[in-house]
């Protein structure tokens, strides 16, 4: 005999096990603000502060508002379905974001929407309550009490942050201050082309009454783009595009600083997937290819839209994706000549050893395919320090001189600079030094034939001399 039964889950059952999907506390915030801009909302506001001594965050916005069947069915869990065609605006996905996410930090949530034809109301749906109804129970209010900013819009409401009030008030108000600038950098970021409006409309978002700025990973100020290729996957399209960022020695300090992201160049390579203009994956090679300090200042942008879903596997969190079969071979296939820009800005001052500058200190040779740095010996001061020394003395001093090549840290000076290359603080010769060397560089390479112009340009190009040219120039 056949029949049927009910199966339906246990509300609060199913809802606490939601909340362990795996949120982090910016990318909950930042699935609440997708919603915000699929209503059309043109100023986000973040506020993260303690109420009865436990932390609250609310983001409101200045959207269309709900209607109340409306309102109903977003706190639907699945409201709507992943095959569902949407708007290029629409930043959704499942149909969960608003109570996977929320419930992810907190127990209780409650959302209050207002439209301009004046229809206004509030949902609570708290957990701590939950378990002792059997259904999905929502407690509405179709008369709240609110104080509007704006002609329409939304506000969701987290009461009681999970795990932070209990650590402590002085302990809890420090790391939750930590979580708050991490979430503007990282909203900054994530809507980063929302907020400068260049690809969309123009958004601003504030937290806690500072407006976040616009942190474009690919610091298009001054690094060089690679023209758009299109990988076509039937009815669907990606664009790609490489940027190779400026090498240090391009950058002043802080801009060398607020462009290296949240881990740093070396974890910041790679692609960039961005759905709607809203970025979804940052700084990884999708598995197609190793973290190479040579590559570190490549990074690729993605553009795919939400009809694309299923072909990158767009998780619920929106966070994760990865290539499908015929755009992962297409990246393969172009990764090379993505990264080739970056070894080339990387090796350019180690190349230069032997191009640029005619008489450089250190001289690179790479032999049967291994790379050495060796002492030039034909360096002038080389040679005006062996004139002036009889043949034992020649010998020790050119001893010695192996011995510091022979025992040069590179394996330190790598893992040091790739911790933090702008730790690294050579001392700086002794201008007097600096300009006695100078002397004997002009002298020789005037005896080797070469004009007044020509000196000037190798010696304004050797990394001995260039910082501190003018001092050196005055001097000659």
Same mark, same amino acid.
């Given at each position: 005999m056949r029949t049927t039964i009910d199966a339906s889950p246990n509300a609060s059952a199913l809802l606490s096990s939601m909340r362990c999907i795996g949120y982090s506390f910016n990318d909950a915030v930042?699935?609440?603000?997708?919603? @915000?801009?699929?209503?059309?909302?043109?100023?986000?506001?973040? %506020?993260?502060?303690?109420? %009865?001594?436990?932390?609250?965050?609310?983001?409101? %916005?200045?959207g269309c508002g709900m209607s109340l069947e409306t309102l109903r069915s977003a706190m639907r869990l699945a409201s709507r379905s992943p095959l569902e065609d949407r708007d290029a605006d629409d930043l959704g996905r499942f149909g969960l974001g608003l109570k996977t996410a929320s419930f992810s930090q907190s127990k209780s949530l409650r959302v209050t929407t207002w439209r301009t034809d004046g229809e206004a109301c509030m949902v609570n749906w708290n957990l701590e309550t939950q378990p002792h109804e059997s259904g999905w129970i929502l407690d509405v209010d179709t008369e709240p009490c609110l104080k509007k900013e704006s002609p329409s819009g939304t506000l969701v409401e987290w009461i009681k942050l999970d795990g932070i009030g209990e650590r402590g008030h002085d302990i809890a108000e420090q790391h939750f201050n930590n979580m708050i600038t991490e979430l503007e950098r990282h909203l900054g970021t994530i809507f980063?082309?929302?907020?400068?409006?260049?690809?969309?409309?123009?958004?601003?978002?504030?937290?806690?009454?500072?407006?976040?700025?616009?942190?474009?990973?690919?610091?298009?100020?001054k690094s060089r783009s690679s023209p758009i290729e299109v990988i076509e996957d039937g009815h669907h399209?990606?664009?790609?595009?490489?940027?190779?960022?400026?090498?240090?020695?391009?950058?002043?300090e802080r801009e060398w600083t607020e462009n290296q992201g949240p881990h740093g160049y070396m974890e910041s390579q790679g692609f960039y997937l961005y759905r709607n203009n809203r970025l979804i994956v940052m700084g990884t090679w999708f598995g197609l290819a190793k973290r190479k300090e040579s590559t570190k200042l490549?990074?690729?942008?993605?553009?795919?839209?939400?009809? @694309?879903?299923?072909?990158w596997n767009i998780d619920v969190k929106k966070s994760h994706a990865s290539p499908p079969p015929i755009a992962r071979k297409r990246l393969r296939q172009l990764i090379e000549s993505l990264t080739k820009p970056s070894r080339q800005t990387q090796l350019h001052r180690t190349r230069s050893l032997s191009n640029e500058q005619i008489v450089p200190v250190w001289k690179r040779v790479v032999k049967d395919g291994r790379i050495q740095y060796v002492l030039n010996n034909e360096h002038p001061v080389m040679t005006q320090l062996n004139a002036s020394l009889d043949d034992d003395q020649?010998?020790?001093?050119?001893?010695?001189?192996?011995?510091?090549?022979?025992?040069?840290?590179?394996?330190?000076?790598?893992?040091?600079?790739?911790d933090d290359e702008t730790a690294i603080d050579q001392p700086e010769v002794d201008i007097k030094d600096l300009i006695s060397h100078a002397r004997q560089t002009r002298h020789y390479l005037d005896s080797n034939g070469y004009t007044d112009e020509q000196i000037v340009r190798v010696m304004k190009s050797s990394e001995l001399f260039r910082l501190r040219w003018q001092e050196i120039e005055s001097a000659l």
């Open positions: 930042a699935d609440i603000i997708d919603n @915000s801009i699929t209503a059309n909302s043109s100023m986000i506001r973040v %506020d993260c502060l303690w109420k %009865d001594e436990y932390p609250y965050v609310s983001i409101s %916005d200045d980063h082309r929302y907020i400068d409006g260049a690809h969309s409309r123009r958004i601003t978002i504030w937290v806690n009454g500072v407006e976040c700025q616009s942190r474009n990973p690919f610091f298009v100020q399209k990606y664009k790609i595009c490489s940027y190779t960022l400026p090498h240090m020695s391009k950058c002043t490549c990074r690729v942008s993605i553009d795919m839209d939400s009809a @694309s879903d299923h072909k020649t010998q020790n001093v050119a001893k010695f001189l192996q011995i510091i090549v022979n025992t040069l840290p590179v394996k330190a000076i790598y893992q040091d600079c790739k």
